[in-house]
């Protein structure tokens, strides 16, 4: 394998990484806030706070990881994207700030706030809103470039199909997600009610998410029939997650073995986030930058991917540690172990 | 309003998002290490004081950290969307130190996730001291290599520019370029300066305001001999980053001292004002001074402004904040040694107090070492301008073309008034509402802290 091959590799790995983690975080404020206005606030808060309080830090640092790899793989992409996305970019950044230093200061410091809580809840919805846009300029067709200046064309994104089907798609796959991980938190809890209670928010948004993703087929084929195209190469590592999808829903629904069935939606997204970046190679911003062009110091890329690997012998253990701690301790889970 | 400018707002709004990232980002470098000298004791004295100190200084530390994870994150992305051409041309060449940056801020984060919620899980007190020392590692080592990102703007060094291509990076020489050694050091111990006076002056303001319990002397005394300590080695270091200056950024340290002539026997110029003719008005004059901060030789020759290119000066503005920062620094020493030689005093002779004088003077230590981190920095950053980076790229080529700048930079000075306030405001009630009197009769009532 070429080092931007391995380079586009780690860095989508990332961005898997940080679409699970982030996407539990992000649900699991919205269910917050939904079940406090909803008054079952008592049944699954304290399933919530006991998970976010660890990791709360940690999802932040997926996403600068796919960045920065990016901007030392791909250095063209910081040109085009940092220029085009000043202001969805900076309103992400703005809900991400205000979402990250809020939930400590609700948590750590002061007493329940409805204000937090609807910040915290309403922040984690717009925010997958707000990256997925990069997601659709890289398809193309929205950027222009003239001269030394490339602009984004804001009116063409926001009349566009495809822009809104892939918002779509990473709001509810977020609440889909987040719904799944909550069931087997709950359920290993020992804590029943919870566990009902979002066991069906996941089977209530496991239909939609699986709608969206139909519908982003389609708004991809009219957008840009040579990804489509390459996508129905790739076509079984679709059917493979439409699979996964499928047993994940037969267990939730059954009750039976929830860790097994978070597995496969993390399959289920794995497999279908894989085979769309796959079939988007060898671009990265269509048709503008490829992986080919981008990588100009080969001595760079060892040295990126040498310090990659060092970081994942330090970061495994430690977060094996972390879930050890407080994933996977019964005393902690059930909310047995003093602070 | 101004004309619309994006070089000059994105000046604006970097300058903005960075000076308010440092004020957290410090604390989140040197709290720590004050937390694990604090635990330490309280382990090893088996003196519950410590140990308490520890805890409330860790609790006060996750506000102040979230609020530097945030705005770090902020400049993370800053830097792409203000900054493209500039990191399109560099992006490779830093990008080893900042993935290393984020590494060692995941493991920080991870291993302090763990600290704050196993306060009471192990038995051995030892066990929990023992994960304070990754958050160590992680927070100091990413002040390190996010440092030689900034290191490498000032000195860079190891690639070929092609147009608008780097090419040829070696790593390692581009991150351990000149400007590496002396900044990163400074930078670390400056934060752990600041992070020892800023919890000082919480101490002295609960002795002034009447507090009798020992709990606040110890508190005081720890952190002012942590205070002494680590301001004697940041005036070192900063005495070994002016002679870096005078080697490898003459033109830096020329214009913070208004030094014009090239000559030997250069004096050192404090304060004052200078006109448009470079006639520098009520300044204290010190001579040999700056040859002796430059060279270690009093007869040493120091370049001078006019050798420089007029269009590649820095601005003379920088010569107050290079002198806010040294005077601080110097005030900051003879603090401690005044604190401790009285403190001494008192306890040879019973009943007396530390001066009320003092622990006034002790209540501004904190703000003030915050506010010389500040002028340091800006005195650093303006220091190399006009360059991004030096000797190879201007500030006005590396800007986004983007429009709407200016709202952005006005959105983001709400989204910091609104952390700021928001901050501020927690942590008081987070304290005021528990003080240590009420947390030690509690811990006492549960049979101690270690049983």
Redesign the interface.
């Known amino acids: 394998m070429s080092i931007e091959v391995i380079g586009i590799t780690v860095l989508w790995v990332f961005l898997y990484g940080y679409l699970i983690v982030a996407s539990i975080d992000f649900g699991a404020g919205f269910f917050s806030y939904y079940t406090m206005i909803t008054g079952r606030k008592n049944m699954v808060h304290g399933i919530i706070e006991r998970y976010l ?3 709360w ?2 999802t ?2 997926f ?3 796919f ?3 990016m ?3 791909f ?2 992409t ?10 969805p ?6 809900l ?3 979402r ?6 609700s948590t ?3 007493k329940e706030s409805h204000l937090y809580k609807l910040l915290y809840g309403g922040s984690g919805l717009l925010i997958p809103a707000s990256l997925s846009i990069v997601l659709t300029i890289s398809e193309g067709g929205y950027i222009e470039e003239s001269g ?4 984004l064309l804001f009116y063409k994104l926001f009349t566009s199909s495809y822009a809104w089907s892939v918002v779509v798609l990473s709001l509810v796959s977020v609440l889909y997600i987040s719904a799944a991980f909550l069931t087997y938190y709950a359920h290993k809890a020992k804590d029943t009610k919870a566990t009902e209670i979002l066991r069906r928010f996941a089977i209530g948004w496991s239909g939609p998410t699986i709608l969206a993703s139909l519908f982003v087929f389609f708004a991809i084929q009219r957008h840009n029939p040579v990804h489509f195209d390459n996508m129905l190469k790739l076509s079984w590592m679709f059917v493979v997650s439409l699979i996964c999808f499928i047993i994940a829903t037969y267990l939730i629904w059954n009750r039976k073995r929830l860790g097994v069935a978070f597995l496969f939606v993390m399959l289920q997204f794995a497999f279908a986030f894989f085979g769309y970046g796959a079939a988007h190679l060898p671009y990265i911003i269509y048709p503008m930058v490829s992986i080919h062009e981008s990588v ?2 080969p ?2 890329g060892i ?2 991917i040498g ?2 690997i060092a ?1 994942l012998c ?2 495994i253990p ?2 094996i ?2 879930m050890r ?2 994933l996977f301790d019964a005393n ?1 889970v059930q909310g047995l ?3 | 309003m101004m004309n619309y400018d994006p070089v000059f707002y994105s000046r604006i709004l970097t300058g903005l998002t960075l000076g308010f990232h440092i004020i957290f980002a410090t604390i989140g470098v040197g709290l720590p290490v004050m937390i694990a000298i604090a635990e330490f004791l309280g382990i090893k004295r088996k003196d519950p004081h410590y140990t308490l100190l520890a805890r409330r200084w860790a ?1 006060g530390f ?2 102040t ?3 530097g ?3 770090g ?2 400049i ?3 830097l ?6 500039f ?3 560099a ?3 830093i ?2 130190p ?3 940056e ?2 060692a ?3 920080e ?6 600290y ?6 192990w038995k051995n007190p030892w066990t929990h001291f023992a994960i304070s020392i ?1 958050i160590i590692i992680g927070s100091t080592l990413s002040a390190f290599f996010i440092t030689i990102v900034n290191a490498f703007m000032n000195t860079p060094q190891g ?1 070929k520019l092609s147009g608008r ?8 020489v581009a991150m351990f370029n000149p400007a590496t050694p002396t900044k990163t050091a400074h930078v670390i111990s400056s934060a752990y300066m600041t992070s020892a006076f800023v919890l000082a002056t919480i101490a002295a303001l609960a002795l002034l305001a009447g507090k009798k319990h020992v709990y606040y002397q110890k508190a005081l005394k720890l952190t002012m001999i942590c205070g002494l300590i680590f301001s004697l080695s940041t005036a070192f270091i900063g005495d070994l980053s002016g002679k870096f200056l005078a080697e490898y950024q003459p033109e830096k340290l020329a214009a913070a001292e208004w030094h014009f002539e090239t000559t030997a026997q250069a004096p050192l110029v404090f304060a004052g004002y200078i006109d448009k003719e470079h006639n520098v008005h009520y300044g204290l004059k010190l001579p040999y001074a700056l040859s002796i901060l430059a060279f270690a030789d009093p007869n040493a020759v120091v370049k001078g402004l006019n050798d420089i290119p007029v269009d590649e000066r820095p601005p003379l503005y920088i010569h107050y904040f290079f002198d806010a920062m040294v005077a601080i620094g110097s005030l900051m020493i003879v603090l401690c040694i005044a604190y401790l030689y009285l403190n001494r005093k008192k306890r040879r002779q019973q009943g007396k107090e530390v001066p009320r004088w003092l622990l006034r003077f002790i209540t501004f230590s904190g703000p003030l070492a915050m506010l010389a981190i500040e002028s340091g920095w800006i005195f650093a950053e303006a220091g190399r301008q006009p360059w991004i980076l030096r000797g190879y790229m201007k500030t006005a080529h590396g800007a ?3 429009t ?2 200016d709202w ?1 930079l006005l ?2 000075s709400i ?1 910091y008034i ?2 700021g306030f ?2 501020w ?3 008081r ?2 304290f005021k509402t528990n003080t240590p009197e009420e947390e030690l009769a509690l811990r006492a009532d549960q049979g101690g802290e270690h049983q």
């Open positions: 309080s660890p990791v830090e940690v932040n640092v996403l600068i990881f960045m920065i790899g901007v030392g793989f250095p063209d910081a040109y085009y994207l940092g220029t085009t996305l000043l202001i970019g900076s309103i992400a950044i703005v991400i700030a205000i990250g230093s809020y939930y400590a200061f750590y410091g002061s030394n200046n490339v602009t100009t110091s001595e760079m040295a990126l310090a990659f970081g330090l970061l430690s977060l540690l972390l701690l407080f902690y172990q003093k602070k | 609790r996750v506000i950290v979230a609020v994870v945030v705005t994150t902020s993370g992305l800053q792409n969307l203000l900054w493209p051409s990191m399109q041309i992006g490779q060449a990008s080893l900042l993935f290393m984020t590494f801020f995941f493991f984060a991870i291993f302090l996730g763990i704050l919620y196993t306060w009471d899980r990754p690639f291509t780097i090419i040829d990076i070696d790593p390692m986004t073309t983007a709407n700048v952005m959105m983001f989204l609104i952390l928001g901050a405001t927690v942590l009630r987070m």
